[in-house]
């Protein structure tokens, strides 16, 4: 009986590991979707030193900063 309550028990924890780590990976996506909407880049960085700055910002964008 006592090993059959400890292996459910390893089975709870293993399944809130799993739902906290797909509601982080959520929340992240989320988070990126509404900066995206808002019109701000992924890391908050002045762009004009920044080679990947057309990954975050469309040409039309970068014309307009200038």
Sequence with gaps: MLQML?????TVVS??????????V???VVLHVVRKKQGKGGCD????????CSACHGHT???DKK
């Design 6 to 10: 400890a292996s459910a028990a390893g």
């Design 61 to 63: 964008e970068m014309k």
């Design 15 to 24: 399944v809130l590991v799993a739902v906290a780590a797909i509601g982080i």
């Design 45 to 52: 960085c002045d762009c004009s030193g920044c080679p990947g």
């Design 26 to 28: 959520i929340a992240v």
